[in-house]
């Protein structure tokens, strides 16, 4: 029996969706023998209540020079950003020399708005490619994996931080204690931590499971966030659900004692059991869903492909490898999946070796039908997809429920 990540509770996994490719694993023909695959399996833990994968693939398998998520590729999560970076300034960095440090900042897309306001700042960014774009943006980026060490050598080297924030990468990191820890070092005592990542209670609603890949070694909730932090000392002060990626929760931390504590965190705690977030029942439920899930988009693709049609996967998302291997969608069903990001185009998907194209690929000669991986940013494609719509393309949704868009 596996071992529960955060508080050592032995757990029994309740799901596998079989053997997984690393989601971001983009790959030549030549690369194709040597693809690295892993059994991509999920547990609760009922103590702690934290959702988690059971292996998760070494980091620099996942996070290195040839990193192929750029953040910046979405209009949408620019403004989201912007929105995060205004907040923080506003309520929380009381002059220019306020630090503010950001884990996993990738390309820049947070931290551009603090270098441009003039604000002291730090990027820490292990996947070399994007940590460069960001530090050709003007912001400043160290190239490492955050965690207890590194956290020294910074409060050593820049001094503490006022503010310490995160966008979709806490949830990616294994060995969560080891970076709580840094951030209680780094923090200064009324500091503050703000975090947000795709939420455990969406996921379950949605049956958004593609939300589980290998880079996604949790899915939070507000109960294990708030494990989590007891157990270094450190108060959930307050949480705020936000709309991206499908559906993500923001969750904001001080030093114990403080600040005073928002009635949100009780009410989503409320929310949450309500939910069945804490009991083992709901995770076969959702286990079920999933299976249903794949058996309805299967049968889709196929009655499509029957009646000669042609279909296109638009957006090659690190989400799409779990849909993809676990429904097993392959090059028959799938032309091809476009996406905007240079670093993926004339690749082949993950697994499944779909080609992965340029955009230009599916404004210039429109399919049949596209099935949309990227629904999390549907308000976006949708508005600049109006001539696909008006000459007869219809989309493919599987989240919240697997339909052809009429
Ligand atoms: N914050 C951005 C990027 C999210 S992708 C956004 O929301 O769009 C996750 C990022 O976290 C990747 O760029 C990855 O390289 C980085 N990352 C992974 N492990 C990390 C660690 N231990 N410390 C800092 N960054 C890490
Ligand atoms: P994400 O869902 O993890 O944010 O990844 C988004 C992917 O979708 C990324 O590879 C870029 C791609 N994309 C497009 O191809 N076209 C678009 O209009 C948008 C918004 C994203
Ligand atoms: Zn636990």
Redesign the pocket.
């Given at each position: 029996m596996p071992s529960c990540r955060i508080c050592k509770t032995n757990y029994d996994p309740f799901l596998s969706f079989g053997n997984m490719p690393i989601a971001n694993g983009f790959l030549t023909k030549e690369q194709f023998d040597a693809e690295y695959f892993f059994e991509l399996q999920v547990g609760f833990c009922p103590e702690c209540k934290m959702v988690q994968i059971v292996n998760q693939p070494n980091r620099e398998m996942m996070f290195h020079e040839n990193y192929a998520?750029y953040s910046s590729?979405?209009q949408n999560?620019k403004l989201h950003f912007k929105q995060f970076a205004e907040t923080v300034m506003k309520k929380y960095l009381p002059s220019e020399k306020s630090f503010v440090v950001e884990l996993g900042s990738n390309d820049g897309i947070m931290l551009k708005n603090f270098a441009s306001a003039g604000h002291k700042h730090l990027g820490i960014e292990p996947s070399a490619n994007v940590a460069k774009a960001a530090i050709e943006n003007g912001v400043n980026t160290i190239c490492e994996f955050f965690d207890e060490d590194l956290a020294h050598k910074i409060v050593n080297e820049y001094g503490q931080a006022d503010a310490f924030l995160g966008a979709n990468v806490m949830c990616h990191i294994p060995y969560l204690h080891s970076i709580v820890e840094g951030i209680k070092l780094l923090l200064k005592p009324e500091g503050i931590v703000m975090f947000e990542d795709p939420y455990l209670g969406d996921v379950i609603e949605k049956t958004s499971y593609d939300q589980i890949y290998d880079e996604h070694a949790f899915l939070f909730s507000v109960h294990s966030i708030q494990y989590l932090f007891n157990m270094h000392n450190m108060e959930l002060v307050d949480v705020e659900p936000q709309e991206t990626?499908g559906g993500s929760m923001r969750y904001i931390i001080g030093h114990k004692e403080k600040r005073s504590v928002s009635s949100n965190v009780q009410k989503y705690l409320e929310k949450e059991k309500n939910l069945g977030i804490g009991s083992i029942g709901t995770y076969y439920m959702f286990k079920n869903n999933c299976e249903k899930f794949k058996h309805d988009l299967v049968n889709l693709l196929n009655d499509i492909k029957k009646d000669g049609k042609s279909i296109a996967g638009y957006?090659?998302?690190?989400?799409s490898t779990t849909i993809i291997n676990y429904c097993g969608i392959t090059a028959d069903q799938l032309d091809y999946i476009?996406?905007?990001?240079p670093i993926?185009q004339n690749k082949f998907s993950p697994g499944a070796h779909i080609p992965v194209k340029a955009?230009e690929n599916f404004s210039n000669s429109y399919p049949d039908y596209a099935l949309l991986f990227?629904y999390?940013?549907m308000e976006?494609?949708m508005k600049?997809e109006t001539r696909f719509v008006d000459q007869g393309g219809k989309w493919i949704l599987y989240v919240p429920e697997v339909k052809v868009l009429q």
């Open positions: 998520f590729t979405s999560m990626h957006a090659a998302t690190s989400k476009c996406d905007t990001t993926k955009y990227a999390n940013h976006e494609i600049k």
